[in-house]
Structure formats: structure tokens, C-alpha cells
């Protein structure tokens, strides 16, 4: 089993950016993909970023373009970098596996796009 705790939340105001971390409490180098998702109040949770063990990555429509996933497989660390921030991008974000077979969710972190 593998635990996920996520940091690097705030408050940012719109056009800002936002590096936010992941860090696992085991190896990720077997997981086939990680993920970053987030859940806005009143929302589902919703998959917005992915990365595979090869590198490979997938972005959500509404955040193409403007957030940058990466993994570091020696660090057991998954990073998501948030630029050109949009109040609609409020929510808790999340990481887990980027597949149908996911682990515990962590607490998340915060962001909070305002001005």
C-alpha cells in the first residue's frame, strides 16, 4: 500500500502559479501512471493531469497548456506546476495512481485562486 501526502497549496491571486508536490510513502517506479486530480466545492473529484513510468503525459481540456506534471521515480515525488491560474481552478488537489486502481486518498492540498 502506498500513502500520498500533497503540499504546496495556497492562496494565489489569478495569473499566479503554484508548485505543488506529492510525495509516497513507497516506490512509485512500478506505478504504470500517476495522476493529479482535484475536487472544487459542490464538484466530483476530476483527473487533470497524468504521467506515465515512461514519461508520457495527459492533461485535462481545461488545463492544457497552463499545468505541467512531472515525476521524480528517485525521489518517490510527483510534481504538478500550476501557471496562468484561473479562479475556476480553485479546489483540492490530490494525487494517486493514474489508473482504474487507486490507492487511499491523502488529505490534498489547497488552492485557492483569488483576488
Known amino acids: 500500500q502506498v500513502q500520498f501526502v500533497e503540499s504546496g497549496g495556497g492562496l494565489v491571486q489569478p495569473g499566479g502559479s503554484l508548485r505543488l508536490s506529492c510525495a509516497a510513502s513507497?516506490?512509485?517506479?512500478?506505478?504504470?501512471?500517476m495522476g493529479w486530480y482535484r475536487q472544487a466545492p459542490g464538484k466530483q473529484r476530476e483527473l487533470v493531469a497524468s504521467?506515465?513510468?515512461?514519461?508520457?503525459?495527459n492533461y485535462a481540456d481545461s488545463v492544457k497548456g497552463r499545468f505541467t506534471i512531472s515525476r521524480d521515480n528517485a525521489k518517490n515525488t510527483v510534481y504538478l506546476q500550476m501557471n496562468s491560474l484561473k479562479p475556476e481552478d480553485t479546489a483540492v488537489y490530490y494525487c494517486?495512481?493514474?489508473?482504474?486502481?487507486?490507492?487511499?486518498w491523502g488529505q490534498g492540498t489547497l488552492v485557492t485562486v483569488s483576488s
Open positions: 494517486n495512481t493514474g489508473t482504474q486502481l487507486l490507492y487511499a
Open positions: 513507497g516506490s512509485i517506479f512500478s506505478i504504470v501512471a
Open positions: 504521467i506515465t513510468r515512461g514519461g508520457s503525459t
